[in-house]
């Protein structure tokens, strides 16, 4: 055997017994699937609120309890109890208040396509075309929003977050609700500035 061929069996051995211990990863578990998916993924199902019309699964999860979310703030605001967030919807609430919801219907869909595009709900139905998390939650940037968020007001809408979740079972698996506890934890920087 020429000194070259030798080396090419050698290669060929080390290869063989590289590919094999690469393949021992097939036994590890598969990476979870994605928060999306776990809310019922691409699935069509009929759309409740638009008759006639479907809807992905894992989109109509986060669109109720994003609308809990929605329902609970308002009543939050009307509570005038103090540290109440109506200064940070002011904008909103006063169209609300004079039966304008279209801005409260946009806020809602951005909300959707917000948390449905970032967890795992890439279709373009979901495409997320607002503001980035910064600007949106900078008054200086975003008329629309009232008054900076303190840490207080953060955890206050993320506990809001929390029991439209169980309102509307989400939170009955620990794991998906953990996980999107974390999503909502990793957003806090950006938004209380
Ligand atoms: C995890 C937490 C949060 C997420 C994911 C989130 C996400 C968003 C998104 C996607 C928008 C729409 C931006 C746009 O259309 O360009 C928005 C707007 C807004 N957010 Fe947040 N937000 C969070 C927490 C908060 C908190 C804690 C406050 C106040 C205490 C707040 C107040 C607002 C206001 C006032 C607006 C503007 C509403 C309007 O258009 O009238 N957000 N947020």
Do not use: W
Not at 68 to 83: E, P
Not at 90 to 110: C, K, Q, R, W, Y
Not at 131 to 152: E, W
Request: glycine letters at 8%.
């Amino acid at each position: 055997m020429t000194k070259y061929s030798k080396f090419a069996l050698c290669a060929l051995v080390f290869g063989a017994l590289t590919f094999t211990s690469c393949s021992s990863d097939d036994n590890d578990p598969a990476p979870p699937a994605s928060i999306y998916a776990r809310l019922g993924g691409t699935t069509m199902v009929s759309d409740p609120d638009n008759p006639g019309q479907m809807i992905e699964q894992g989109r109509l999860s986060y669109r109720k309890v994003i609308n809990s979310t929605v329902g609970l703030i308002v009543a939050d605001v009307q509570s005038s109890a103090s540290g109440n967030l109506g200064a940070h919807f002011a904008p909103l609430l006063t169209e609300v208040g004079a039966g304008n919801t279209t801005n409260l219907a946009i806020l809602v869909d951005n909300l959707t396509d917000f948390f449905s595009f970032n967890t795992g709900g890439t279709n373009a139905v979901n495409t997320y075309s607002g503001r980035d998390m910064v600007s949106a939650h900078n008054p200086a940037v975003n008329p629309r929003m009232g008054v900076v968020s303190t840490n207080a007001d953060f955890t206050k809408f993320e506990g809001y977050v929390g029991q439209a979740a169980v309102a509307n079972g989400v939170a009955a698996d620990t794991q998906l609700y953990t996980d999107i506890v974390a999503v909502l934890e990793s957003l806090r920087d950006p938004i209380v500035q």
